[in-house]
Structures are given as structure tokens and as C-alpha cells.
């Protein structure tokens, strides 16, 4: 008997769309175009994008990762990251007369602009969203100190708050679970009829189309595993509708080096998936991880195909 047929059967449903979504795949280029305009070093305020095998390979091409701009050398090039800054940010980074280039997600942009603009009619904001995410400090550095409430869950909708029950607007986090997001709006619109909502879905059309192809496959697979990072949202989301789309075990994984092989046990059949901050490489090297345990048979489960650019900084258009 060869070695081939010795191995157990495996099915990997490969679910479509994954990984790299638009806004990532333009940050990333932000920072090679910017190393090979400006030659190395660039700063890079925050991880571009949460994933650290991405990190490490711009880090490699000339690019140095910060926590804050006072690790920015005068006259150095700094770039923002994909999930957005406070406008404290770029005001220091003008008063210290550092050029910069802004790598955030238009989508994330988007939510910005309707936040200003909601606070401009005078109405008092909720941000739906997970406290601590870079994404959250983002969005309430728009505007002034304590304009912006944030909601966590449904039990945070139904306690709040407003000063004004007539004038209140919510705003999301565009990497948020949509099932998770609707149970709260839908408390926030039951307590607060009146209450302003974003003119297009604030979640983003990766994160949504990510967690409906985990949907489609999670109840016909034994295992379903998320190729992130844990603090990525979006990755950590896929793992939560995973588990409640019906699959009995679903976890995340870095790199093929952290599966379990012994929580997966004999599986028949496994989904599999990356996050929006996840290259394909990684893709790969889990598929290959399998092929040494398993005889693979990939079937690729697609929801959508996405055709999403986003234009490059003006500095570094080709």
C-alpha cells in the first residue's frame, strides 16, 4: 500500500471569498510603493494591517513599525494604518512637519465622514463597536472627548442612556459580526425610534461576504479553521459564526505550525478560510500542513466573487 493510500480521506472545503480584502490589499501596497519611492526606512504607525506574517515581510523590505509618532525621527516618511487614527495623529504629524500618507480603509474613512456629519446636525453618537480596537479609537478620535458613546453588546443598547432620546445616531466598527450588529440596532431602533443610522450598511462587504461563506459551509464540515491573527476582528468574527452557523469545532490559526492536530481528531471533512488580513500563502501552507496528514481532495465553496479596488494616495499613483 502506498504511502498516498494509507493516509485518511479529507475533504477541504476552501471557502470563497477569503483573505485579503480590498482596503488591505491597498494598505499593503501603500507601503512597498512608499519603500521603493523613498527608499527605506518607512515608519509605519501600527501594525498596517493585524497579521504578523504580513509585519514581517514588510519589515523586511525596509519598513519599521511603531507604537506612536514620537518614535518618528524628524524628517522620516510615516504612513497611518488601515484601521484609522484619531485626528491627534496627522495634527502631530504636521506640527512635527513629518510627511505622511494615510493608509486607511476608505470604508473605515466612510465612517468617519458620516460621524462627523451626524455630529454636525447636532445628534449625540453611538458607535457600535469593541472597546480597545484600533478601528474604535479611529472613529471616536473624530471628534471631540465624550461626543461618542460606545456599544459593546445588546445588554449595553438596552442600558444606555441618551441625553436626547430625539437626537441620537449609531454608527459601526466595519469588521463586526452582522448578525451580532443587528440584534443591537435592532434594541437601539425599539428603545429609540428616531434614532439616525449610516445611509449603506457600515460593515464592510468583506467582513459580510467572509462570514456568509463561513455560513454556507460551517454545518457540513466536522472542523472549520480561520487563518488570522487574534487581534484581527474580522478573523475572530468567522470563528464566532462558525460555531454558531453549526460546526462543532472551529478555531483560529497563524500559521499551519498552530493546528491541533489532536482537537481535529479524524475529521471527514474540514472548512477553511483566512481573514480579511490573511495572505494566501498562508492559505497554502495550511493546505500543504494537511496534505502531509491527510489524502486531500480541495473543494472550493464560493458565495460571491468580489471585484472591489480602492485608488492609491495621489503620491503614489502608477
Known amino acids: 500500500m502506498s504511502e498516498t493510500q494509507a493516509k485518511p480521506l479529507l475533504t477541504l472545503l476552501l471557502a470563497s471569498p ?20 523613498y527608499g527605506p526606512p518607512v515608519y509605519v504607525r501600527h501594525e498596517i494591517v493585524h497579521n504578523r506574517y504580513v509585519v514581517e515581510e514588510l519589515e523586511r523590505k525596509g ?7 514620537d518614535e518618528v525621527p524628524a524628517g522620516a516618511k510615516v504612513i497611518f494604518s488601515a484601521h484609522g487614527v484619531p485626528k491627534s495623529v496627522p495634527e502631530e504629524a504636521q506640527s512635527r512637519e513629518l510627511f505622511y500618507l494615510d493608509a486607511t480603509c476608505p470604508l473605515v474613512s466612510k465612517v468617519h465622514v458620516e460621524a462627523e456629519r451626524l455630529h454636525e446636525r447636532g445628534l449625540e453618537i453611538l458607535l457600535i463597536g469593541h472597546a480597545g480596537h484600533p478601528e474604535v479609537i479611529g472613529t471616536m478620535g473624530q471628534l471631540p472627548e465624550g461626543a461618542v458613546s460606545l456599544i459593546e453588546t445588546v445588554a449595553d443598547a438596552e442600558a444606555f442612556q441618551p ?11 466595519t469588521t463586526l459580526s452582522v448578525d451580532d450588529t443587528a440584534e443591537i440596532v435592532a434594541v437601539l431602533r425599539r428603545r429609540f425610534p428616531s434614532i439616525a443610522g449610516p445611509h449603506k450598511e457600515d460593515i464592510c462587504y468583506a467582513t459580510t461576504n ?26 475572530m468574527r468567522l470563528v464566532e459564526v462558525a460555531e454558531r452557523s453549526g460546526c462543532a469545532y472551529a478555531a483560529l490559526v497563524q500559521r499551519a505550525s498552530d493546528i491541533d492536530w489532536a482537537a481535529l481528531g479524524t475529521p471527514k471533512t474540514i472548512g477553511l478560510t483566512a481573514g480579511a488580513s490573511a495572505p494566501e500563502i498562508l492559505v497554502e501552507e495550511v493546505i500543504d500542513a494537511f496534505r502531509q496528514h491527510f489524502n486531500v481532495t480541495v473543494e472550493m465553496t464560493s458565495v460571491r466573487r468580489e471585484s472591489v479596488q480602492f485608488k492609491l494616495p495621489r503620491a503614489l499613483a502608477v
Open 63 to 69: 519598513a519599521i513599525f511603531v507604537e506612536e509618532l
Open 210 to 235: 467572509r462570514q456568509e461563506a463561513v455560513k454556507s459551509i460551517a454545518p457540513r464540515v466536522d472542523a472549520m479553521l480561520v487563518i488570522g491573527a487574534p487581534n484581527s476582528s474580522n478573523s
Open 163 to 173: 441625553h436626547a432620546p430625539e437626537k441620537l445616531a449609531f454608527v459601526t466598527q
Open 18 to 37: 477569503r483573505g485579503f480584502c480590498a482596503g488591505v490589499d491597498r494598505a499593503i501596497q501603500i507601503v512597498e510603493l512608499a519603500i521603493g519611492k
